[in-house]
């Protein structure tokens, strides 16, 4: 894993930097703010610079943490209960900043209509509700490993996570496509589209929407739309490959839990089958502390997290997490301008 610890001195210059944007927004979600980002981003040291390059560019891992970056347990205050509760004047906002400046630095930030209200950065933290779910927001239940937003052909080159707070030392469980024992899989036929997939269920619009409503009829026509789509691609599903790009070195995009292996042809499901159990060995994973990012990269890895006990008192695991395209063109069709940020 691609792994650098912030130094004191390295800390001490960016938090100048940080509490500067602070003072100027108030919240992550300011237009203004994501879209400023890249160019405050310039300002970070050099060292961090590089090292975000490199890892975009050069692929060492598929994965990578940046850490020591200072969370103050008493400050950011009580894990909510709710992402829906986290609004304005966040005392977290000095860490979502720097989270947000690091993650410009390997692509383009961008939301989805259908999860969080159309956030760009999201809350990952248990919900009562979705306790025994396939969430983000679960805890009971496994999280099983995937590739995030696998169904649409518009996700994510990279799923960012910063740790505020993870008490119980949750592991967040990952698999890199270089320690897959690609000799017992039968990649020529994962790169056919023989696998129907889902949408996975954060984007059902009971889960991630809400009771989101909107004045503007544009906005509002957009977001029913986008729900009857994904509702259609749930009943209805695509069948996509599993792999692509070098087939030397290839590249991933599956979810079995939303994946139907009934509808596999029985040469394509065998296959399916073995390269999961070959991703099963090959899964390991990462405790996030206070203050670390990690960086997932979407094409090239995937990614789940142990099930806990969560106390919902306000000390449960709190992570903040960004989707991040490196070429945000391919969504124009689903966004509303060239500038708009959320896919519907």
Known sequence: MHQMKLSDVEVAAILPLVDGICAEHHTIEDERLIDMAPLYSHELPRRLRLFLEQYRMEEPSAACVISNFPVDDDSIGATPDHWNQVGGDSPSL????????CGVLVGDVFAWATQQDGRVMHD??????HR??????GSEMLLWWHT???FSPFKGDYVALMCLRNPDKVLTTICDADSIEWSSVDVDLLFEPEYPIRPDDSHLPKIGVGDRQTSDPLTQR??????RRIIDQ?????KKPVLSGDRNRPYMSLDPYYMLPDQMAPAPRAAFDAFTKAVDAALTGVILQPGDIVFID???AVHGRKPFTARYDGTDRWLKRLNISRNLRISRGARRSSTDRVIF
């Open 148 to 150: 995030e937003d696998a």
């Open 94 to 101: 000095r860490q979502e900043v720097f989270f947000l400046l």
């Open 132 to 137: 025994d779910e396939q969430l983000g927001t």
């Open 124 to 129: 990952v933290l248990p919900i009562k509700a």
């Open 234 to 238: 749930y009943e209805n599903p695509r």
């Open 298 to 300: 979407n094409w090239r």
């Open 222 to 227: 957009l977001l029913e739309a986008s729900g």
